[in-house]
Structure formats: C-alpha cells, structure tokens
C-alpha cells in the first residue's frame, strides 16, 4: 500500500489523520469549518461538527467560523468577486470557500453628544451618523473619530466653511452638527455684549474696513467680519488728561474736565502712553506705562551721589513735590518726565553743592538743595512744575567718613540739646522770677487798697462828727454864745 502525503494548515485542534481505504478523516467540533483544496486547485468547505473523510491527494486545514457578539462586526472579503460584505452579531457567521476575514471590531458606541463622519470608500458619498446610536459600519465605510456635537448657549456661536469655501455663523441657542465636508473655523466663540461701558472693534474682510459697534445687546460677527478688539470706554477724572493719535498722526488732547470726559477710542486711533521711571534711582531699570496723566501735584523720592567743594562724595535721598501743567508740553518735550526732570535737578544740585564746604551743607543743606532747583524754567518748558524739594536723608558715600559724619551730627546734636535745655531752664527761671514779680505787684495793690479803705472810712467819720457838730451848734447858739457852745461841745465829747 503506497501512502499519500497529506499537509495540513492552522489546524485547531489537531487534526486525526487514517489512511483507511486511502482515505483522510478530519474530526470537527462546533463552529470549526475544514477548507479543503482539491488536487485540482478547486476550493470547498465543510462545517462541524462531524467527522470529514478527505481525499488524501488533497489540502485542508480547520479554521474557525466567526463568532460575533452584540455590538460587534466583521467584513469578509470574497476573492474570487472581489466584494466584501458585513456580518454582524450576535451571529456564528460561515465563511465560503473564496472567502477570508479582513476586519473584526467593536461597532462604535455614540452617545447624544457624539457623531461620526461615514466615507464610502466605494463612491466617496460621506454622511453623518449622529447619536445615540450603535453604528454598524457597510463593508466599505471609513469611520472618522468620535466628534462632539456643539451645543451652543445663547451667548456663543460657530464660524463654519463649507465645502466651496463659503463661510456661515450658526448661533446660540442651538445644537448645531456641521456637514461632513464643513469645516469649523476657531471652535466656539463666545459673543460679546455690549453696553454704556463695552464697544466692539470689527474688521469687514470684504473691503478692509473698520468699525466700531456701540449697540447694546449681544454682538455677533457676521461671517466676514473679524471682531479686532473689544474696547471698554475710557473715562477720565477731573484731574486726568489724555492723549490719542489718530490715523493721520495727529495728536488729540482730551481732558476729564471737559466735554470729552467719557469716549470709545475711534477707529484706526491709537493711545499715546510714556514709560515713566519708578526706580529710587531713575536710571530707566524698571518703568511704568502711563497713558492717563494725573495733573494732581504728587511727591516723588530721588537718590544721587554730589561731591562738595572739601571732596566729600555725599549720597542725598531727596523728596520732589512736583505736577504736571501741560500735558501737550509733556507729550511734545519729553518721553519720561519723572527721569528728565530728576537728572536735571540732580546737575543743577550737584553743581550748587561742589561750591561749598560740607560743614556749610550741613547747616542748610535744604536750603541750598531748594536754591539749585526750585524755580528752573526747565522744567516749565516740558509740561511739569517743580513746587518743593526736601531732603529726607543723607550720608558719606565713604564708609569712614560716614563715621566721622555721624559724630559730627552727634556733637552738633549734643550741642543743641544742651542749649535747648539750658534755654528749657533759663524759661523755668523766668517764669518763677515773673510769678514773684507778680505776688509783690498784687501785695502792692492790695496795701492801696487798704489804704483807701481807711481814708474813706475817715472821711465818713469825720462827715459824721461834723453833722453832729453843726447840728449841737445850731441848738445851743440860740441860749448860749458861739463860743461857749463850742467849749460845751469840746468838753462833751472829750468826756466820751
């Protein structure tokens, strides 16, 4: 007996072979399938379970049907017709004999704010699947990622292009699923409202233009129209001023205490700022953008280092009470008046100081600062006016000297408190002489006083006695001479 070669391919399980009466068997379970080629090349299928006798002059192999799940598929491709067709489950689908498995997946799951975009591979017809739904895809669909559905609130809105290039808005409130050949420009955008205090800049793509919304309610572009900025309105103080250039260059000067307190910047306009100075030592390290001139004076400090005239390098902390009077001045002269007015001042200073001796700095050394920058027309021709200068403080910039400073300032210190405490007792003195000087003045009034108490209580004795006088000797002259009533009277009072 001659025995055939047999091949087997994937086979699951293992086939049983015999070579009983030339022929081979396969043993198939359920849901297994036996692919058999013929010497002839002539493919056939049979499905399990059972047992398959085979001709053993042919090929075959066991390969297992496709078991699908609920929410699962599968495309099976036909390579004798070239055409694919979908199984879908829960199913045990038989492939035929021409056919083999291409893909087996999961159907996409959507909810209500998913969708997908479908291409027929086919035709190149695109659609939509929107949820909530289980999609199961034809045999010749591409599924795009999941895509959210836009649901749009009353304030927002989408900029969609179509597939020719046109541009539409789609606004709020509504749920809004663009076309499979849209395209979303820039996402959801949010509408601006617009009130006393909101405006809104747009750009009309269609010619260039600008313009400037001021309408109150919400403001949605149109779908050539680009929103530029959203502008608030400027509102100046009583005491602030501004300054705005339009598109010619010109400059344009608005004050809080005119008619143009409160505007929305026109269009193709640009506000004029500086960048101030704010470090202690105005050298430009650190600045502030200033575009709203406050024309209240303000204080100011500034540090620098002099020199006087015996060679001592002082560093002086100063203090500037100083305001702006003319903004157009100040935008026309200057770019950072705080530094231009601080460097001239510190010039002026340093060249009053190195004229003196440090000893004389000492004694009037606010006078002198005063003297060197108070009154410069200087700084009248930028705009700003120097009112006051103070020094707050001041010191050697030499470690050493600082040192024998400090003890000068000591004795000078010293000094001045002995003489306001020799001056504080010198007023005690005085104040107990003049207390004294004052008891003795009183005392001698009162003794006058006295005294004319006395005069006046003789006066009226003797007013008395004499009316008694008068009135005895009108009495007595009548039986009597005049004077032997006044020696009666004499002797009568004598006797008292």
Known sequence: ???????????????????????CYAFLEENEQ?????????????????????????????RSAVVLESGEYAVILDDKTATKRVAKGPSVTWMGEREELQVRAACPSLNQQEYLVVTNTADGQMKNEIGPTLFCPGPYDR????????NLSKNQYLRIKDEEGRLRIEKGEARVVPSPLDTVVGGVQQAINIDDHSAVLVRNEDDGTLKLHTSHGLFFPGPYQQIVSEQKKIILEEYQSMVYKDKTGKFHYVRGDGDMRDFFLPPFCEVVSQEWSTDLRKEHTSVEKVWKFDRRPSYMNYEFNCRTMDNVELIVDVSFFWGIIDV????????????????????????????????????????????????????????????????????????????ILQDIIKETADRLKKKERQKGENDVALSRLGGEIEEERMKKELIELQKSHLVTGARIEGDAEASQLTAFLERATKELSREQAMTMYMALHNSK
């Open 328 to 403: 157009q001045l100040l935008v026309e002269k200057t770019a950072d008046a705080p530094g231009d007015t601080c460097t001239h001042a510190r010039s002026s200073i340093i060249q009053q100081v190195s004229k003196i001796q440090l000893m004389d700095f000492l004694e009037n050394f606010n006078s002198i600062i005063r003297e060197a920058c108070v009154g410069d027309e200087f700084y009248r021709e930028r705009g700003v006016d120097l009112i006051s200068v103070e020094v707050l403080k001041f010191q050697c910039a030499s470690g050493e000297t600082d040192m």
């Open 34 to 62: 036996l692919l058999i080629t013929s010497f002839g090349g002539v493919r056939s299928v049979q499905e399990g379970p059972g047992c398959i006798c085979v001709n053993p002059c042919s090929d075959f192999h066991v």
């Open 143 to 150: 599924m795009s990622e999941k895509r959210p559905v836009y």
């Open 1 to 23: 007996d001659s025995k055939a070669t047999v091949s087997v391919l994937n086979c699951s399980p293992p086939l049983a072979r015999s070579h009983t009466m030339g022929c």
